[in-house]
Each structure stands twice: as C-alpha cells, then as structure tokens.
C-alpha cells in the first residue's frame, strides 16, 4: 500500500495533473442537483478536484476532508479554511449536513469491507433528504485497457476491489439510498508505459506484488521485456455511480 503523505508531492502530476481533474469534476458536476447549496468532498486528497468543484458553481459552503496530513496541507493550500483532517469513516459532521456529498478515487482504498461500509455509511448519514451522494466505482478495472502491459500482469494475484461497482450500490441501498445516475470520464495522462509500471511495481502500487517479492520480480522482467518502453497505452476511463437520500414524505 503506498504511504499518500509521502505520494502527495508527486501525486497530481503523476495523475494527469489539471486536465484528469477537470475531466472528473464536470463528471460528477453532471450527477448534482444545481440547487445544492452545501457539498462535501469525502476524500479530498490534494484539492485539485475538490477546488473546480468550488469554482464551478455558487456553492454556499464546500467542504474537504482527508486523513493524510500531507494531502490534507496541500488541500488546504487550495482551499483556504474549507478542509478538515479525518477519519471518513467518522465524519465529524452533524447528520443531513450536506445537500452533496463526494467521494473520488477513495472506496478502492478502504483496507477491508467493513471499512467501505462504514465510509459509505458516513457519506449517507451527512446527506440531506433530497441529496446525492456520487462515487467512483471499479477504479481498478478501470485500468484494464487491454494493452500488452495488461496481459503481462494478467496472472498477478488478484487485489480486492472494495469499490465494485455492485458492491457499493448494496452500501448504498443499506442506508436508505438509491440509484440517481451513473457517468464516466477519462483518466487523462494516466496511460500506463512498460517502464512506469515497473517503476509503480517497484514502489508498492500493486498491493498484492509488495516490493522486493521475487513475484514482483518476475512481472518486472516481463514489463521490461515489451517494446516502446516509455509510450503510455491508452487511458483508462473511470465510472461514477450517484444515489441519492428520498426527500421527506
């Protein structure tokens, strides 16, 4: 697992930098209601999308919130006294706080079932009636574009996708939520090339192929063996899924 206090500096422009955030804040700008008034980002990590989300609309109040205090320092950075440092899955918010509520990029993360349960529970409690909650879904998948590098890592042992797209739907459903929508984006800049995923490999990106394992070894050598070493393969695309709180009555 990587330490995202260490991956903060690097993290935006590893990522696709401004044009992937813009491309996932008009995706799940596409999903709100544009009355709302108050949104949270769960997960907020740096801010970078975070703050086009403030920008793009007259919001009353943005909020973001992130457990790494280096993500959380250089959200804040972007987002002058709107970011909080948390656990998501104690969200240190009254209930039905929020007429939106986000999380991008975050459920793939939760160290184990219980823990996506219990971050999306919190994302429910802190919606209004009438809110909507969007999320990514099957991040990892998302990956899979079908290059030669996907079918050089295709045997590695399987990592738990917290962020399963039916998964989250039946969280959602658990605490009283329902379908609003769905939307994908392109994961600009984000194409994977032979000698960066070796690099990512040797730091830790794959949890199941920990560094130093001579598994991971193994892949390496058949990453490092493909052609065009430094051209990236195509983007992944990311899906968003929307839920939103029934209105009262």
Known sequence: MLDYDEEAERYDAARGGEPRAAAAADAVLSLLDPGGTDLLDAG??????????????????????????????RAAARLPGAVVRADLRHLPFPDGAFDAVVSVWLLHLAPSDADARAM???????L????????????????????DIDAALASRPPSPARDEARLVAGHAAAHGLVPAGQARFPGLGQGRSPRGTVADL????????????????????????????????????????AFRRPAAG
């Open 44 to 73: 907020c990590g740096t801010g970078i999308v975070t703050r086009r989300l403030a920008a793009a609309r007259p919001w009353r109040r943005v909020t973001g919130v992130d457990l790494a205090p280096e993500m959380t320092r």
């Open 120 to 126: 999306v529970a919190e994302c429910a409690r802190v």
């Open 128 to 147: 209004r009636p009438g809110g909507v909650y969007v999320t990514t879904v099957d991040k990892g998948a998302a990956h899979n574009v079908g290059s």
């Open 202 to 241: 040797r730091r830790g990106w794959f949890v199941t192929l920990p560094p130093g394992d001579p598994l991971a070894d193994g892949f390496a050598a058949r990453l490092a063996a493909l052609p065009d070493q430094d051209r990236p393969r195509p983007d992944p695309v990311f899906s968003l899924r």
